[in-house]
């Protein structure tokens, strides 16, 4: 991967060609070309060896947008070990379960990152949640803003600059196998527990640089930019390792989408001449709401073909999008894909008849289908499971130390597929319309959070005795936490215990939990067996029958 992404490039062309343009919310820029990124792999590849990671080790990064964490985990590539990125926006407690589960022994970390004109200080909470690590023998400071104040660096700290000063400029590949870990990406499951997701080297790598290739129909003069976050998969295949694979200039923002200004994102792709972007609906939801005064200040005429991904766009947002910034000439791509697919499944390409709202039909080689409980296709225009029928090259390998879920979860609920865990339905031409998760899990702006994650960040407060959490719908945000809570005798849902549970679930879970709203009960829905029955509650809360109670307890 280390080799085909980065190496072999360096005796070709695009040798100082940019390979990573960063830019953050404060206007400023750094440039990596192919033959500077090369070396700063290669030099803290050979740092990360002399720290004695060998193939097969999980390093861990909780890093901003930056480019040393493209360089670190192109570095672990380089070596065999498997990265394991955290996202940065995930807290205390979010972080020390991802770390422990992996057992990371290496953690690279910051000081902090700009977000809406602040700077979150990462090293405190990297800080806290190292206390609660044990496994963790070293911990690896970048030195990112020059604002915050770090203590002197103690005991297992070092610092990135220092650590890879002096290292040579040159690093061989370790020759990994097809089938050998790649990283591990830890995800939102329905249990409480996260699941990290492991993805291989030979599949993830076709499939990425295939996909991208098709669907942004990539070209040498390409200045791509995807919004994502590094931290999540859409970050790992199509803003590092399918841009390099393809020889791309990949833009790397550090920032918020309306800072200083709601114009931020627009006056970049004027200023860099971005030709392919690649977003989320949130995003556009968002920006949206300022009309389009900001997207008539930017020549955006350079923009050729835009995209979508995370969660269904809404026909007024795509419009909104296909008007004001792709000018009625750009097509969009609604990609439909998944942390364990690694790769689009489901995607128009840039030639194909659109439809608003639809992510359109299988890209070539990817067989899909919407069927009943036992398997059986639905006829068209019904909805039901979402399901994959055969393999594809980036498919995840399995969860991380645990077969047996990875064979529950996705493969012996309907037998010979691949369920997906959405529902969808086909339309009469064979187009796909995603109609939401079928299990319990969120989507906060298009991040993905499972209810029991929540409900164990509620129940971890003093107050609350029990939590049972569902989606509410948000217009710009998708979906919002809603929580239903049973207190102990004594606390009352009033203002001050409502801002101590928002702050109490931020600090165990991150922004990523945006909770909307709050309701005291004496009691929840459960099965016999003690299972809440979310349903009842999504139903009620929406004012709609309840449906079938056979099953309820209490
Ligand atoms: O529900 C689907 C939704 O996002 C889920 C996967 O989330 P995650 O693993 O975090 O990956 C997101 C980025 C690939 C899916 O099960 N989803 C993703 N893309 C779309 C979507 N829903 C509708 N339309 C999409 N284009």
């Known amino acids: 991967m280390a080799y085909n992404a980065v190496d072999r490039w360096i005796n070709t062309e695009k040798r100082n060609q940019v390979a990573i343009l960063y830019v953050n919310e404060r206007g400023e820029e750094k440039k990596l070309s192919y033959y500077e990124l090369y070396r700063e792999v290669n030099k803290m590849a050979n740092a ?12 861990s990064m909780y890093l901003p947008m930056c480019p040393e964490l493209i360089i670190s985990m192109l570095a672990c590539t380089k070596i065999g070990a498997v990265h394991s990125v955290v996202y940065s926006g995930l807290s205390v407690g979010a972080f020390v379960e991802r770390m422990n589960n992996a057992k990371v022994k290496i953690l ?16 405190k909470i990297s800080d806290e949640a190292m206390l609660q690590c044990p496994t963790v023998e ?82 040498p003069d390409d200045t791509y930019w995807c919004t994502a976050d590094i931290g999540w998969i859409t970050g790992h295949s199509y803003v590092i390792y399918g841009p390099l694979l393809l020889g791309t200039t990949t833009v790397v923002y550090e920032g918020a ?80 894909w998944q942390t364990e697919t690694g790769m689009h ?7 194909a008849y659109l439809k608003p709202g639809s992510a359109t039909k299988p890209v070539p080689g990817v067989f899909a289908d919407v069927v009943d409980e036992k398997g059986n296709s639905v006829p068209l225009g019904t909805g039901g499971h979402l399901v994959i ?3 594809w090259p980036a498919m995840f390998r399995t969860l991380y130390e645990d077969e047996e879920k990875f064979k529950d979860v996705y493969w012996n609920d309907i037998p010979g597929v691949y369920k997906a865990g959405d529902m969808a339905r086909k339309d009469k031409d064979g187009y796909f319309w995603i109609q939401g998760r079928s299990d319990d899990i969120l989507k906060i702006a298009g991040h993905r959070i499972g209810t029991s994650e929540v409900e164990s960040a509620f129940v971890s407060h003093p107050a609350v005795v029990e939590a049972a959490v569902i989606g509410k719908a948000d217009p710009i945000k998708g979906e919002v936490i809603k929580a239903f809570l049973i207190l102990k005798e004594g606390y009352q849902l009033k203002t001050k215990l409502i801002e101590e549970l928002n702050a109490h679930v931020r600090y165990e879970l991150g922004p990523v939990a945006v909770i909307g709203e709050l309701e005291e009960v004496d009691s929840l829905p459960k099965t016999r067996s003690g299972k809440i029955m979310r349903r009842i509650l999504r139903a009620r809360d929406k004012g709609e029958d309840v449906g079938d109670t056979s099953t309820l307890e209490e």
């Open 138 to 219: 070293t911990v690896i400071v970048v030195k990112h803003t020059d604002e915050i104040e770090m203590k002197e660096l103690r005991g297992k700290e070092l610092s990135y600059d220092k650590l890879i000063e002096g290292e040579p400029g040159e690093c061989e590949c370790e020759p990994m196998d097809a089938e050998d870990p790649l990283f591990l990406l830890y995800t939102s499951g329905s249990t409480g527990k996260p699941k990290g997701i492991v993805h291989t080297t030979g599949g993830y790598m076709v499939g990425v640089s295939t996909t991208l290739k098709n669907i942004f129909d990539i070209q």
């Open 389 to 391: 029928t055969k393999p």
């Open 108 to 123: 690279i970390t910051a000081d902090g990152t700009y977000r809406r004109g602040k700077i979150i200080n990462l090293k």
């Open 257 to 336: 989408p309306d800072y200083p200004d709601p114009g931020a994102w627009w006056k970049i792709i004027e200023k860099y001449g971005i030709t392919k972007f690649y977003t989320a609906p949130t995003a556009i939801r968002h920006l949206m709401r300022f009309g389009d005064k900001y997207t008539r200040i930017y020549n955006l005429s350079t923009l050729r073909i835009l995209g979508t991904v995370g969660e269904t766009i809404n026909p007024e947002a795509w419009m909104w999008f296909y008007k004001n910034v792709g000018k009625e000439k750009t097509p969009i791509m609604d990609t439909w």
């Open 345 to 351: 499944l489901i995607s128009p390409l840039p030639s």
């Open 48 to 59: 990360l060896k002399n720290l004695g990671v060998k193939k097969g080790d999980a390093v």
